[in-house]
């Protein structure tokens, strides 16, 4: 089950659409069973463990969908365009809210 943290369903939708195509076959494929490794999966233990970012790119830029795998679901927690060679500290502070928000 993919479950959409409420405040990222408008992160998602401002995603260019190849971004969108991109990131909705790779929860189809997590959802499956899949396992996703680099470079297009990363974990994200600077916010807690079981935390993963989805690395997506286009022509447009880059950009990272973060989630977490809780209670058997998939919770997709925060979407933003990378534009720095570090994960900004508010994006990552504002995953690790999220994931507080849905009992993670």
């Not at 899949?34 to 999966?41: A, K, T």
């Not at 935390?51 to 973060?66: A, T």
């Not at 209670?71 to 979407?79: D, F, M, P, Q």
């Amino acid at each position: 089950m993919i479950v959409i943290v409420r405040a990222c369903e408008r992160e998602l939708r401002d995603l260019p659409e190849e971004i969108r195509g991109d990131l909705a076959d790779a929860l189809a494929r997590l959802e499956a069973g899949h396992l996703l490794s680099m470079p297009l999966n990363r974990p994200m233990p600077s916010i807690t463990h079981g935390v993963h970012e989805l690395r997506l790119k286009d022509r447009s830029g880059v950009y990272r969908v973060v989630y977490a795998i809780r209670k058997g679901a998939i919770y997709v927690l925060h979407s933003f365009k990378k534009t720095m060679e570090q994960t900004p500290k508010k994006n990552m502070e504002l995953a690790r809210k999220r994931l507080k928000e849905v009992g993670g």
